[in-house]
């Protein structure tokens, strides 16, 4: 006869075992019932670690809708285990169900079984309810103040008062803790872009300081040496920026190896269809510009922008509502008929979005074509594409060096080509003035980009900067993105994303676009496409950003000759027409009359 706790394991592997009977999706039955087997096996484990491995296996397949079901389940099988409450909530919350999980998280209150974890995600289900905001922002606030040991959930909760509009809050509960915090590079690191985040420049740019002091750092091989003081500007300076301006301009000019050929467009115009993610919290800047370059040289183009599909993982909604979704796509599909679909950001393997069997089977029906586009195609975007590739005519990355081109790195390196940036700037006819002098915007997800700023903001420089919550207010929505641009005189851009890899990126296409000078990290691949200064102004340290700024400020009109010669060189060799040319040329959309 078997032992009490043999008998008791045997009845969570069979309630277990039952769950997935009748409520896992079929396609994961063997690798559900495969964990139950070897919990079994373990002797050692409890019930509730059985359940736990269950719902942890599920979210790596991301299935939302089974997790929210085997977390109830578990709480039917083990109602003492206050967990799976928050687990509960956690993924109602991911599947966007929030009052739902409002209740799970009053349960844990009410059983005093509060976590940091459960502190963060009670005060982001309150983010959009101001008033219950407010109330449960001091009791969050005095929590973490009086956790002493400093962690992620610190770090995430300075964030989201951020995100909230609670600078000031942000910055002291940041003051309360920095001296708390041991000394390591990555201590200091996260010390340093937290404070960016709250606005404290000054402080910042001490921690990145320490950074910089420490040996042969990531910030000297990505960003240059910075000795903690700005180098004077002088005249001398200054002559050699236009010396160099000068000398730039009196060679003749080769053709770009990057150039397009000028083909001619198919007589016959496809209809195209551009496949991507929402307007949302940013505007989707590549969708804008290969649906407006398009319209400019005639195409039937349109773009089916749901986050459901391309971004599966970053939306919250159920299952249910991603199959509906993908349903209504294919209906769209199915009534419009493309010759061409551009598929932007493709999901990767096991996600819950638009999957390769999906397309492949519409490909057999409707007979489109297919080009991925890769945004940035840096080593590690093939494992995504890899998946996609025999599907596609084609793959479309914007870096001319990208290391996806070596040897070795796809099965299919003959599916990869290299195109520019359709960047589609919509003319004004009345321009405002350039009020702007140097310009940074755009995301600050490298660490860089803040150790840059963190020194550009605490001098006495004509340089703006729009990222994070103030860019979001400044540049909602393409509109307010260009007038920006066409503000400025000159934009800076990083282009280093590792110390061996710089990418070419929107923002230099974009740059160029409208007019204003390109003040690039030195960068081989931008060298492919453009003449160093003669079409931009190359930097490679902190101190040349500073001088960069001040020359611009001291010589606008250069800048704007500069500007010119390179938005007219871009419009002869990389034009809207050319690019639709040759994309449709190598999708093989050579269509009869």
């Not at 159920?318 to 599909?333: G, K, Q």
């Not at 010759?339 to 007979?367: H, S």
């Not at 960069?548 to 034009?575: D, S, T, Y």
């Amino acid at each position: 006869m078997p032992s009490p706790a043999l008998a008791d394991r045997a009845v969570a592997a069979a309630q277990a075992g039952g769950w997935v009977e009748t409520e896992a999706p079929e396609s994961i039955h063997d690798l559900l019932y495969d964990g139950i087997d070897q919990w079994l096996a373990g002797e050692e484990d409890s019930p509730a670690q059985l359940w736990l491995n269950v719902v942890t296996l599920l979210r790596q397949l991301d299935r939302r809708d089974a997790e929210v079901s085997a977390c109830r389940a578990a709480l039917a099988a083990l109602p003492d285990q206050a967990y799976f409450h928050f687990r509960l909530a956690e993924t109602l919350y991911r599947t966007g169900l929030d009052a739902e999980a409002r209740d799970e998280l009053a349960e844990l209150t009410r059983r005093g079984c509060e976590t940091d974890d459960s502190i963060l995600l009670s005060l982001r289900l309150a983010a959009g309810r101001p008033e219950d905001f407010a109330r449960r922002l001091p009791a969050a606030e005095a929590w973490f103040a009086s956790r002493r040991q400093w962690g992620e959930q610190h770090k995430d909760f300075i964030r989201l008062l951020v995100t909230t509009g609670e600078h000031d809050r942000a910055a002291a509960m940041l003051q309360h803790h920095i001296g708390t915090v041991g000394f390591s590079p990555d201590n200091l690191h996260e010390m340093a872009m937290l404070s960016m985040h709250t606005g404290q420049f000054a402080a910042a740019r001490a921690l990145f300081g320490q950074l910089w002091a420490v040996g042969e750092s990531e910030y000297h091989l990505m960003i240059g040496r910075f000795s903690g003081h700005l180098a004077p500007y002088d005249e001398s300076l200054e002559r050699g920026f236009l010396d160099r301006i000068e000398t730039a301009f009196a060679r003749t000019q080769p053709v770009p190896t990057t150039a397009l050929p000028d083909l001619e467009l198919p007589a016959r115009l496809p209809r195209v269809v551009y496949v991507s993610f929402r307007n949302e919290p940013l505007p989707n800047d590549l969708a804008h510009h290969f649906v407006q370059s398009g319209r400019s040289v005639g195409l039937d183009i349109s773009a089916y922008l749901d986050s459901g599909l391309t971004l599966s993982g970053e939306t919250r909604v159920t299952d249910e509502e991603i199959a509906r979704r993908l349903a209504h796509f294919e209906a769209e599909m199915e009534r419009i008929r493309p010759d061409v679909i551009l598929l932007d950001r493709p999901e990767p393997a096991m996600a819950r979005g638009l999957q390769p069997a999906v397309l492949e089977a519409l490909k057999k029906r409707l007979g489109f074509r297919l080009v991925l586009i890769t945004r940035d195609s840096h080593r590690y975007a093939m494992a995504v594409v890899e998946p996609w590739m025999h599907l596609a005519e084609f793959a479309l990355i914007f870096h001319p060096l990208s290391q996806l081109l070596e040897p070795g790195q796809t099965a299919r390196p003959d599916k990869i080509a290299v195109f520019p940036v359709p960047a589609f700037y919509p003319r004004d006819p009345a321009p405002p003035e350039r009020d702007l002098n140097l310009t940074f915007v755009g995301n600050i997800l490298f660490p860089l980009r803040y150790a840059l700023l963190s020194v550009l903001l605490t001098e006495n420089l004509p340089v703006s900067a729009f990222y994070g919550e103030h860019r979001a207010r400044h540049a909602p929505d393409m509109a307010a993105y260009w007038h920006l641009l066409e503000r400025s005189r000159a934009v800076i851009n990083v282009s280093a994303h590792t110390h061996d890899e710089h990418l070419i990126t929107g923002r230099v296409w974009e740059t160029v676009a409208a007019g204003a000078l390109l003040v690039e990290q030195a960068n081989p691949a931008t060298e492919c496409c453009f003449i160093p200064w003669r079409h931009y102004l190359p930097w490679e340290t902190i101190d040349d950003v500073a001088q960069i700024a001040r020359f611009v400020q001291r010589n606008p009109e250069v800048a704007a000759r500069m500007a010119a010669e390179a938005q007219a060189w871009a419009l002869k060799h990389f034009g809207a027409r050319r690019f639709w040319a040759n994309l449709l040329h190598r999708a093989g959309t050579a269509l009869p009359q």
